[in-house]
């Protein structure tokens, strides 16, 4: 890990809800053009953790947070959350697709950012439909409404709006848990062609799907009160073949989670 | 770590201990249904009566003459309808243009962004809480109550007169708590997953309330809009203390005018012509039928292009 350059560096953080800890003191680098997954059982703060990147958690009321988190050296608390939020991109757990034609769908962050240009948005729409891997099933369908699509087809809709704006970073929340398994492995081949150019970071439920798709993998755990912390944190292949932590260990057992 | 769960003990005699007999419940399960029924008949019944009632009366009067000529005033009622149809018209465009910006708005800014300042201040709070008691409480306040409030307000104290203008603004008060409430409806209704979704694609709060909540709140608002249409075609009282009652044709917002509803009861109650008073109501009602059959059509187009059946 220690030649790969650091895309996400973060810094004894906590997150609180009101007086609810929600996460504990974590420190992690996370790596550039990698695909770094987040494992452990429920309600142990993974989603906290990762909508700390793009400050989704700012939206809900009483939020707090202590210690530092650093894109490519900047503080992610100081910049302006439009910007933060153009450059760290989100899928989320269920396909969302605004309720507008596949080509406005895709065209919509763009847009928000200010481009106005037909011929440059087109070009940017049928850009991002091939990189998410939807353009042949959609491409004669541009102005069918996008929740007409079936769920795998909406969430790769999602994921090809997120890269219309052209991230450094997308964060994913349980992508794939509201689809089937063909659509499922779809997504993750999908994530080993984006990794080339992108920084996924991939809150999963799914054991297998850690091990499969992600190069390294962090297992959180709750503690007494509830708080999430960090267990373990490495390539995905040790983490799973030997892991250090022996909480680690029985959790990717199943023998709890 | 608590006990295993292989020793927990299942208790498994207390429903069927509590079952009663099937014959008691069956037999409640009929009487309950038979006064549903029986509530539900005698309901559609009364309505059909009034509406039939009207309908039969009125429909003999209804031609093209009483369409389109304008009333001639006195007491026996002579001349048809014509100028009232217009000025309903008028009242209508008029009141929606002044309520729905102000109702809509109001809407978004309860949904969208009263949250916010609520945590930052405490007056501020107090305020809103206050603001949403009253549009609760307006939306049950009777009409002559606006009309009084009208009449005091614009006629007397702005000194519009009894004319479209002051009609206008007193029907909007009329009918912006029901916008507000249902535009409200429409924007609560709108998932938070696609505003999440803008938001994490960069675009700012009014980008997203713009572009995507207004967008999928628009058929839960145009339904506000549309019933509140109706609302100011069935009004009476309220306009007889601002609009006035001429039966001339308004030709400026400063005049006065009368609407239908107003016409039927100015008939009714001033003339000899009662025939007439039903052959505008049949014409009343046959609008406001009209505009709840656009309603349903409206609302079902627009749930199925948003579910993207249609396109």
């Known amino acids: 890990m220690e030649s790969m350059k650091t895309k996400l560096k973060v810094q004894d953080f906590s997150v609180f809800y009101g007086d609810f800890q929600a996460l504990r003191d974590i420190t992690i680098d996370i790596p550039i053009r990698q695909i770094t997954s987040i494992i452990g059982p429920s309600g142990c703060g993974k989603s906290t953790f990762l909508r700390a990147f793009n400050r989704m958690n700012d939206l809900i009321p009483n939020t707090s947070h202590e210690g530092q988190i650093f894109m490519d050296g900047q503080d992610l608390f100081g910049v302006d959350v439009v910007e933060l939020r153009k450059r760290v991109g989100m899928v989320f757990q269920r396909p969302n697709p605004f309720p507008k034609t596949i080509f406005d769908n895709v065209a919509y962050g763009p847009r928000a950012h200010g481009l106005r240009d037909r011929a440059k948005l087109a070009e940017i729409v049928e850009r991002s439909l091939r990189d998410a891997a939807l353009w042949d099933e959609v491409k004669d369908d541009l102005n069918k409404s996008g929740l007409a699509l079936s769920g795998g087809q909406q969430q790769r809709l999602c994921i090809a709006r997120a890269l219309a704006v052209e991230p450094e970073v997308i964060l994913m929340d349980e992508p794939a848990s509201a689809l089937d398994p063909i659509a499922t492995l779809r997504i993750e081949e999908l994530l080993q062609t984006l990794k080339k150019n992108y920084t996924i970071v991939i809150v999963t439920h799914n054991m297998q799907q850690a091990a499969r798709a992600s190069d390294y993998t962090m297992f959180f755990n709750m503690a007494e009160d509830r708080a999430g912390y960090l267990v373990e944190y490495g390539p995905t292949a040790e983490i799973f073949t030997k892991p250090r932590e022996k909480l680690t260990e029985d959790y990717i057992t199943g023998r709890f989670g | ?311």
Not at chain 2, 68 to 88: D, H, K, L, N, W
Not at chain 2, 134 to 160: C, R, T, W, Y
């Open chain 2, 1 to 311: 770590m608590s006990k295993p769960i292989s020793d927990v003990q299942l208790e498994r005699r207390t429903v069927q201990q509590a079952t009663s007999s099937l014959a008691r419940r069956q037999l409640s399960q009929r009487v309950a249904f038979a006064f549903v029924w029986l509530a539900g008949f005698l309901a559609v019944a009364a309505l059909v009566w009034i509406i039939g009632y009207v309908m039969t009366q009125g429909v003999q009067m209804i031609n093209l003459e009483f369409l389109t000529t304008r009333p001639a005033g006195g007491v026996s009622g002579e001349g048809g309808m014509s100028t009232t149809i217009v000025t309903t018209l008028y009242l209508v465009v008029l009141t929606i243009a002044i309520a729905t910006p102000l109702g809509v708005g109001a809407a978004i800014y309860l949904v969208e962004y009263a949250g916010e300042a609520q945590r930052e201040s405490r007056l501020v709070s107090y305020i809103i809480k206050v603001a949403r008691t009253g549009v609760e409480i307006l939306a049950g306040v009777p009409s002559i109550i606006f009309g009084l409030f009208g009449f005091a307000l614009f006629v007397s104290f702005m000194k519009l007169k009894f004319s479209l203008l002051s009609a206008g603004l007193s029907g909007a008060c009329l009918v912006l708590p029901v916008i507000i409430r249902t535009s409200e409806e429409a924007l609560l209704a709108v998932p938070r997953s696609y505003r999440e979704g803008s938001l994490a694609l960069g675009a700012t709060k009014w980008q997203t309330n713009v572009s995507v909540v207004l967008p999928a709140a628009t058929p839960g608002i145009i339904t506000g809009v549309i019933l509140s249409v109706g609302r100011i075609i069935a009004e009476t009282a309220i306009f007889w203390v601002t609009l006035g009652g001429s039966y001339r044709l308004p030709t400026n917002l400063l005049s006065s005018g009368r609407s239908m509803a107003l016409h039927v009861y100015m008939l009714a109650s001033e003339t000899r012509a009662f025939e007439k008073a039903m052959g505008t109501a049949a014409i009343l009602i046959t609008t406001i039928v009209l505009l709840n059959l656009i309603i349903n059509f409206t609302s079902r187009r627009f749930a199925a292009r948003m579910m993207g059946r249609n396109r």
